[in-house]
T-cell receptor, first 117, second 112 residues
Framework: GAVVSQHPSWVICKSGTSVKIECRSL??????MFWYRQFPKQSLMLMAT?????????EQGVEKDKFLINHASLTLSTLTVTSAHPEDSSFYIC?????????????FGAGTRLSVL | GENVEQHPSTLSVQEGDSAVIKCTYS??????FPWYKQELGKRPQLIID?????GEKKDQRIAVTLNKTAKHFSLHITETQPEDSAVYFC???????????FGQGTELSVKP
């Protein structure tokens, strides 16, 4: 399958600072990437759909000014958590979409564990 | 909107037994149903998928069945092994939509 790289894998920051997470498709081009948030023992909650060259589409209840998404190239999408607070602590996972045999397959990054102190 | 219900939330089996996880979807336009396995702290990994024009698909010890009329699809794991222990997620989407709607997840525990 396709390889998606996500960095950093773990970050600790102070309350009020901003954190940038990168998601890269290593061996393919991805016009669409997705950002999820996952709480312990829960399912993946879609935050936003990242489209190359255009604005991201945010899910209901997700603050676009809080979670800035930039998809500047066909292989890179970034999520910036601005002015992070302890309630933003979570596991953030990205995925990249590949269309194979008319299937919308998503390959996931390894995730970023964010801890805000 | 689309909704995917997954059951059970936890499943414990003895090594060698079979495990079955069931999902129900609401949007009749859904035509692609992947299953992901996620080990603790790791990324979800695609283990098998099925398109709506197929009723069953098998890959070694795992199989997926789809009942379009009832909007049900299920994951079957035979001869379970301890390394099958993980959280399994079903999902549904449709061509052109792209968004995956995930079920709530099933924590499978295989006891040696």
């Amino acid at each position: 399958g396709a390889v998606v790289s996500q960095h950093p894998s773990w970050v600790i920051c102070k309350s009020g600072t901003s954190v940038k997470i990168e998601c890269r498709s290593l061996d393919f081009q991805a016009t669409t990437m997705f950002w999820y948030r996952q709480f312990p023992k829960q399912s993946l909650m879609l935050m936003a759909t990242s489209n190359e060259g255009s604005k991201a589409t945010y899910e209901q209840g997700v603050e676009k000014d809080k979670f800035l998404i930039n998809h500047a190239s066909l292989t890179l999408s970034t999520l910036t958590v601005t002015s992070a607070h302890p309630e933003d602590s979570s596991f953030y996972i990205c995925s990249a979409r590949v269309v194979e045999e008319a299937k919308n397959i998503q390959y996931f990054g390894a995730g970023t564990r964010l801890s805000v102190l | 909107g689309e909704n995917v219900e997954q059951h059970p939330s936890t499943l414990s089996v003895q090594e060698g037994d079979s495990a079955v996880i069931k999902c129900t979807y609401s949007d009749s336009a859904s035509n692609y149903f992947p299953w992901y396995k996620q080990e603790l702290g790791k990324r979800p990994q695609l283990i098998i998928d099925i398109r709506s024009n197929v009723g069953e698909k098998k890959d070694q010890r795992i199989a997926v069945t789809l009942n379009k009329t009832a909007k049900h699809f299920s994951l079957h794991i035979t001869e379970t092994q301890p390394e099958d222990s993980a959280v399994y997620f079903c999902a549904a989407t449709y061509t052109g939509g792209g968004k995956l709607i995930f079920g709530q997840g099933t924590e499978l525990s295989v006891k040696p």
